[in-house]
């Protein structure tokens, strides 16, 4: 399988991509309002997938996270997972 391409669900509020996960795909998902919250929260115009796409890496990585530590598919994502890590 090829990596498919992430979409924004309608009826759920959230993007839904997938991760390479060593060699499997992994579905997982981030709502709408995490991503608002996490990466534009002084917007009002922001765009669920185009927020997913500038912040892939990092999201991805997320994901990865969660895996490791033995989440199963699909992984949903919460505030927790992509919180800014505060430098001191």
Partial sequence: MSNPEPFFHEASN???????????WVGATIGK??????????RSDDEPLATYIANAAEIDAAVRRR?????????????????EVLKG
Avoid: C, I, K
């Avoid at 490791?68 to 997972?81: I, K, Q, W």
């Fill in 33 to 42: 309002a995490t991503l608002h919250y996490r990466y534009q929260p002084n």
């Fill in 67 to 83: 895996v490791a530590t033995g989440s199963v598919e699909p992984v949903m994502l919460r505030d927790g997972d992509v919180r």
């Fill in 14 to 24: 959230t993007v839904r991509f997938w991760v390479l996960v060593e060699s499997d």
